[in-house]
């Protein structure tokens, strides 16, 4: 009998299981999955969260079962989305303790589809070091593996030194201060008062309804939405660099044909290539994205081009994405200007722009929200559903290139990765009540005698708080990681990190000790590995990154077993 350990039980687990179970081996095989939050859902999806938040995804674009789509070497084996699942709406954002439930009846589902020759023992506790080949537990047990796999999801780390200030300035002032971590553990009970966040993203999201809703508010709707205070509700002053939130989720499906992708950027094809990311890789990028976005446009409105679909795609393809030609073509074959797509002006949306007074930017700001809003709920604007697409293909594949640069992460989370639409209307509706104030871009952060202030170039007013919250996730790396199995690997060179901290693993998962040897019968996976994939369940008919590699790694993994 062999013996496989799986430390962290989460999605990426289950998805693990499902390929073991696919791939049906021969070998007589327990496999230990060890985690002290529930299996399948694990730490971030467990079901003991507040019920108000909800996950940045539609029922109908969560799936954890492969289909027609996937390429991988093991077998194909279809299964229903959340949205076939369960009875939500396929179009709605379900809270994440829906998709809590989801997960761990997929957990059961393969559990109970394994080969006898295969069982599974889960262990409700946390792994604590990893010595040889034995893992041992914080309940006393220890489990010997023959195999390892660190499936261990999104990690905690030490805080970095300006944190550290913070939290002490905070507690010699009797102030409040919390540093990046998930919003579902933040303790926010002795937040009250004027309170600044640092950060606009899905974090931030998080924080506001909790809050707010989760301090008794509630909205009502009239000829708009509005928010009715409780009364506990601290006022929350939010800025970041590009000093606007996220954009939210579309809420509706393609208008046109279904663009066939990768097009233009194709990782296989500059494998081997010494490439620099903003002068090679980012163009590509760039045209494949566009590609994604024009495609919609033509296919799915065509009365608002100038041109064939076919005249534009044969010059489009001919054309370097930053070339004039192209800039040429766009304004030929796109008559409105803002039917174009522009990544720079998307990025930086307040740049070169300032305000006399902190109201004038609050008016803006709201005009811009709502503006996004309607665009991402109106199917006229169905060409970002296209980009969209193009945005998952692309990222999903540059891992197999380089590690994610720091500000195309960023960048794809805020066009990707952001809110449901209800939620901007929420801010605005907190915003239009004053219980939301926005700082501005680059906002600017001090510790004062007494008071966090925090300021922007958009305005000339400061901010004087008695909290400030990080309101995004910690930076793990793995020399600061809280992990104690990696620190125990690490404290005997058996694991390495790249440059930017991230655990060095082979195009097979296995580990790569200090030397950049290859660790023969230990595999990590995850978001903080240079393997990292876009996430552990996917949209339907995308052929996931995630479970190619779930297969690539079992595949590996089962032939160790098997050796």
């Known amino acids: 009998m062999r013996s496989l350990v799986i430390i962290g039980g989460g999605p990426r687990a289950a998805g693990l299981l499902e390929r073991i179970a696919a791939q049906s081996p021969e070998v007589r095989l327990t496999v230990h999955v060890v985690d002290p939050f529930p299996p399948g859902a694990g730490r971030v999806w467990r079901h003991a969260q507040s019920p108000l938040l909800r996950m940045n995804s539609m029922a109908e674009d969560v799936t954890v079962f492969t289909d027609s789509s996937f390429d991988g ?17 396929p179009t709605s954002f379900p809270s994440r303790q829906v998709q809590s439930r989801y997960l761990s009846w997929f957990f059961d589902h393969v559990r109970k589809s394994l080969p006898p020759n295969i069982s599974v023992s889960v262990h409700r506790a946390k792994a604590l070091k990893v010595v040889g080949n ?24 030490e805080p970095e030194p300006e944190h550290r200030k913070l939290a002490d300035h ?13 919003s579902a553990d933040a303790d926010l ?31 009502v709707r009239t000829d708009r939405l509005e928010y009715l205070p409780s009364g506990a509700e601290p006022t929350l002053y939010v800025g970041s660099r590009r000093g606007v939130p996220y954009h939210s989720k579309t809420g509706y499906r393609l208008q046109g044909t279904r663009p066939s992708l990768p097009h233009f950027f194709v990782a296989d094809a500059l494998r081997g290539w010494r490439l620099d990311f903003r002068d090679d890789v980012w163009p590509l990028m760039a045209k494949e994205i566009a590609w994604g976005y024009y495609h919609e446009l033509f296919t799915g409105h065509p009365g608002l081009v100038g041109i064939s ?29 803002a039917d174009r797509i522009d990544f720079e002006r998307l990025d930086r949306p307040l740049t070169g722009l300032t305000f006399a007074t902190a109201e004038e930017f609050q008016e803006h700001l709201r005009s811009y929200i709502e503006a996004d809003v309607t665009r991402r709920s109106d199917p006229r604007h169905s060409a970002d ?60 952060v001090e ?32 020399s600061r990681t809280e992990d104690p199995v990696l620190r125990s690997l690490r404290a005997v060179g058996d694991v390495s990190e790249d440059a930017a901290g991230l655990v060095r693993v082979t195009a097979e998962g296995r580990l790569i000790n200090e030397q950049g040897e290859e660790d023969p019968v230990r595999f990590a996976v995850g978001p903080y590995t240079t393997g990292k994939a ?3 369940f996917a949209r339907p008919h995308t052929n996931a990154p995630a479970f190619r590699q779930n297969d690539i790694i079992v595949s590996a993994l089962l032939r160790t077993l098997g050796d």
Request: glycine share 10%; proline share 7%; aromatic share 12%.
């Open 189 to 219: 009970s002795a937040v009250e008062g004027d309170v600044v966040l640092r950060g606009f993203g899905l974090a931030f999201v998080d924080l506001m309804v909790l809050l707010t809703e989760g301090r008794g508010g509630r909205y």
């Open 534 to 536: 876009f996430a552990a």
């Open 170 to 182: 905070a507690t010699q002032h009797g102030l409040v201060y919390v540093p990046p971590l998930y």
């Open 385 to 444: 559903l296209g980009a969209f697409l193009a945005l998952l293909s692309v990222y999903g594949q540059l891992p197999q290139l380089m590690p994610h640069d720091g500000w195309w992460h960023g960048y794809f989370s805020y066009l990707a990765s952001g809110p449901p639409p209800d939620r901007l209307e929420e801010l605005l509706a907190l915003s239009r009540a004053g219980i939301v104030r926005f700082v501005g871009a680059d906002m600017w």
């Open 134 to 157: 034995w893992v041992w537990l914080d309940n006393g047990d220890s489990l010997n593996a023959d195999v390892l796999v660190l499936a261990l999801g999104h990690l905690d780390a």
């Open 73 to 89: 070497a093991g077998p194909i084996c279809p299964g229903p989305s959340l949205a076939e699942w369960t009875d939500v709406e």
């Open 447 to 478: 510790a004062v005698d007494g008071a966090f202030l925090a300021g922007s170039p958009t305005t000339p007013d400061v901010v004087r708080a008695n909290g400030l919250i990080e309101a995004r996730l910690p930076a793990h790396s793995l």
């Open 309 to 337: 679909f076919v005249e534009f795609a044969t010059a489009f393809a001919a054309l370097d994405w930053y070339s004039e030609e192209m800039r040429e073509l766009e304004v030929l074959a796109v008559p409105d200007p």
